[in-house]
């Protein structure tokens, strides 16, 4: 397995690497937000970095793929634009999360938010295979998230898109939240291609201190033969947070 940590630039690139960190996890809305020239010179900070940006999040931050006032085309340019920035960047992997964009208005059909959903997915795993990249349905607890809010929720999600390059993520913060047991890992099997994780009480980087069952969870990957990417999304205490959580982690492996 390979470990990463959610961030959004290079500073502290050297001290991961040399803490045993793998890669980096940026926002791929915040990437989108920048202009070229500022884009150009995050490319070269990547290219001087000893850790590569190889998974992003924060996928859709300021469209809506679901209610009436969905606007197709500009969702479409955006995927576009922002898979060809992610594949610049090295990336694999983009995370879709986005409660904003995803959430169902109130008195919305289910059904109808599914499917658009689905449309969506299917419409940005052929942007995403473009470059080789895969989109990872993000499971959000339901205090984040009306919809989407389990592993196997989303894997049936990614059964309705039935696309090679839609798969799934499980998140072990809000997996907790939902007490979600992990034989839903299971189920995912070959369909989980990433994963998230971070303390289940309060969303802090993994510690000794912490009462989580981080063994159960690694037990589950481990019993699929996953060996992709762990990305630490969490709230940050104090800089030593790094150094503890990847000595935490890195037990189960």
Request: aromatic share 10%; net charge negative.
């Amino acid at each position: 397995m390979k470990f990463g940590i959610c961030t959004s630039n290079f500073d502290k690139a050297d001290l991961l690497k040399d803490l045993g960190y793998d890669y980096l996890e940026f926002s791929l809305a915040g990437v989108m937000s920048m202009t070229d020239i500022q884009f150009k010179d995050l490319l070269n900070s990547s290219e001087r970095s000893p850790l590569k940006v190889e998974a992003f999040n924060s996928f859709v931050r300021t469209l809506k793929v679901v209610g009436d006032g969905v606007d197709w085309v500009a969702l479409k340019d955006y995927v576009k634009a922002a898979m060809e920035r992610a594949n610049a960047l090295g990336g694999k992997i983009v995370v879709f999360g986005s409660a904003g964009a995803r959430n169902v208005p109130e008195g919305y059909p289910r059904e109808k938010a599914w499917n658009q959903i689905a449309d969506f997915l299917r419409m940005a795993g052929d942007e995403a295979a473009k470059y080789g990249i895969y989109i990872a349905i993000e499971n959000l607890n339901k205090n984040e998230s009306n919809i989407l809010n389990t592993v196997e929720e989303g894997l049936n999600m990614v059964k309705s898109v039935g696309h090679s390059n839609v798969k799934v993520l499980a998140d072990y913060y809000h997996m907790a939240v939902e007490n979600e047991g992990f034989d839903a890992i299971i189920k995912a099997d070959s369909n989980l291609v990433h994963t998230h994780i971070a303390s289940g009480t309060n969303r802090t980087y993994p510690s000794e201190k912490d009462k989580d069952r981080y063994d159960l969870f690694f037990d589950a990957l481990k019993d699929i033969n996953y060996n992709g990417r762990v990305s630490i999304e969490a709230r940050l205490t104090d800089e030593s947070d790094y150094a503890n959580a990847i000595k935490v982690l890195k037990r189960y492996v």
